[in-house]
């Protein structure tokens, strides 16, 4: 079988889609233009009483429950036409300011967005929100828009979370502020240090929670709490959660995506599966005419990613040829450059397909916001490198590690620190594969081991499912080949703990197991192999029931 052309992948999707019922128990009737979910799509109960004409209250409950969603053109869009209906409503201007960052997404306002989104603040304020608690939101939009011309990112996402925290302390009992208050912990609990997260993450479970309970089709309280938990150890206290996001929004792309980020945490890949499949073809009907929405790419990546670890390459194959021959462009978006990036390499590598991995293309398609973005080329590299280092071509593979080193110094300048640890794992992954090739495997192990180490410093990005390799799964693969199997067992078994279920890390252990002479512990993994990939026509199968007894 052979991979699409990497050169080829992205340029377009397929105008596809199956249809799901919308349900219309706190729908709002309005129309809207074609920027918007169809009003009639349930977005989940939302009651902020905004102090705006009467005639827009309804609207701007819909525009704040996309936000939550993080459906946020479409959000910005119909505070827009609240702004038209009400000139007075200064909350609209708050909603379109606000809209303006996405608090976990990888994207950055540039100067001429945050100049805007100041301007709004600045209209709010001139007109006067009608509320404290209004004016308590205002106040903190404006922490983070504050001096527009300086070109910062992390300073603002931190003076924003301390104002959210002001506002959430006067008014603790406001669910949307304190949705708000949590989705503004979890931003900075990304970008903290793996000690320092954990107070973050503690605080916005229990904020998240509460708002939960007191209203469980809250968009914000379901949304925010998925993200709350999309971290090490943490995934199975949103399993409570994670059912019930179809049902309150059950057309709303990303809403319809989020419960896959559990889903991937705990390894039940049928149903990272099924809620991508329903994203994306959600996210195909909001997609303007020739451009498509970066909710599909998203859901297409995470969908890749799961039909890999139940080795079903002719279905992740079909999921990432959507994206061909449509004649549709992805939008102009870090995550649109991410997911470019990350599917072929996925396709490649996942099935140590070397040669297709060393013959990845990057900065594929050229529309796509690859400069200042890092990251997403250090996945193209990255893959290169794995495919060049395994196929006998050192020189290729440190061409490759080099390119790494380069992302790493740039992100670092740009002020990127979280950027440049995920590429500077993944260059010293590649270092050590270089290092065993040449011979010097105390160097390899060293290498390969401190990107374990490193990884473990921060959290995963809610842009990606999982890595290409990880960290203690390349340290496995490593001490495998270098016959050590019992320590090659116990570094699979730490990929397992962190990242349940991957195809590979099962795939080693397994063949670690056996070569230290423990068959029960061998057929085990080679039985949870069958179980989750038994219809796979990989030929590692063919030794999983040879083995499995």
């Not at 049902?247 to 896959?260: Q, R, T, W």
């Amino acid at each position: 079988m052979t991979l699409p052309n990497p050169r080829a992948l992205l340029p377009g999707i397929v105008a596809c889609a199956l249809a799901f019922p919308a349900v219309a128990q706190h729908a709002h009737h309005h129309q809207h233009d074609d920027h918007d979910v169809d009003a009639a799509q349930e977005i989940g109960a939302m009651d902020f009483n905004v102090s705006c004409d009467a005639s827009v209250g309804d609207d701007f409950d819909r525009a704040l429950g996309l936000m939550h969603h993080m459906m946020y053109g479409q959000a910005r869009a119909l505070f827009e036409q609240i702004l038209e209906a009400d000139p007075d409503c200064a909350m609209a201007h708050w909603g379109i300011a606000q809209s303006l960052f996405q608090p976990l997404w990888p994207d950055r306002p540039d100067r001429v967005t945050r100049e805007r989104g100041w301007q709004h603040l600045e209209q709010a304020r001139t007109l006067g929100a009608g509320t404290d608690r209004e004016a308590a939101l205002v106040d903190a939009t404006r922490a983070f828009f504050r001096h527009p011309e300086d070109d910062e990112y992390w300073p603002r996402i931190h003076r924003w979370a301390d104002a959210m925290r002001s506002a959430h302390d006067a008014h603790p009992e406001d669910l949307d502020i304190a949705a708000l208050f949590g989705l503004s912990l979890i931003a900075t609990g990304l970008a903290a240090d793996r000690e320092d997260a954990s107070t973050h993450f503690d605080e916005a479970e229990t904020v998240l929670r509460d708002v939960w309970k007191r209203e469980n089709a809250h968009p914000g309280a379901i949304h925010y709490s998925i993200h709350a938990t999309d971290v090490d150890g943490r995934a199975e206290n949103a399993l409570d959660l994670v059912a019930s996001y179809g049902d309150i929004a059950p057309e709303v792309s990303h809403a319809l995506h989020m419960p896959s980020h559990i889903y991937v945490r705990v390894g039940d890949w049928p149903e990272v599966v099924r809620w991508n499949r329903r994203s994306a073809d959600a996210a195909l009907r909001d997609s303007d005419e020739g451009v498509a929405s970066r909710y599909f790419v998203h859901a297409i990546d995470y969908m890749v990613y799961g039909y890999l670890q139940q080795g079903r390459d002719d279905d992740a194959r079909a999921a990432a040829a959507e994206m061909l021959d449509s004649g549709r462009r992805v939008d102009a978006a870090f995550t649109s450059a991410f997911h470019a990036a990350a599917i072929p390499a996925r396709l490649a590598v996942e099935r140590r397909d070397w040669a297709a991995a060393a013959e990845i293309e990057t900065r594929s398609p050229d529309h796509l916001p690859w400069d200042g973005t890092f990251w997403p080329e250090g996945l193209s590299w990255y893959a290169r490198g794995l495919g060049a280092v395994h196929s006998g071509d050192v020189d290729a593979a440190r061409a490759a590690e080099s390119r790494l080193a380069a992302l790493v110094e740039d992100a670092h300048g740009a002020g990127e620190s979280q950027f440049a640890t995920y590429i500077e794992v993944d260059r010293q992954i590649l270092a050590g594969w270089i290092a065993h090739a040449e011979g010097d495997a105390d160097a390899a192990i060293d290498l390969i081991r401190d990107a374990a180490d490193l990884e473990a410093s921060v959290q995963k990005h809610p842009v990606t499912p999982g890595a290409l390799a990880p960290p203690n799964e390349a340290l496995g693969d490593l001490l495998l080949a270098l016959e050590r199997p019992e320590d090659a067992l116990t570094a699979y078994r730490e990929a397992e703990r962190i990242w349940p279920g991957r195809f590979n890390t099962l795939l080693g252990a397994a063949r670690a197991a056996a070569a230290t002479g423990d068959e029960a512990a061998a057929q085990g993994y080679y039985r949870r192999l069958l179980e989750q990939a038994g219809e796979s026509s990989r030929e590692a199968l063919a030794e999983a029931r040879d083995r499995a007894g």
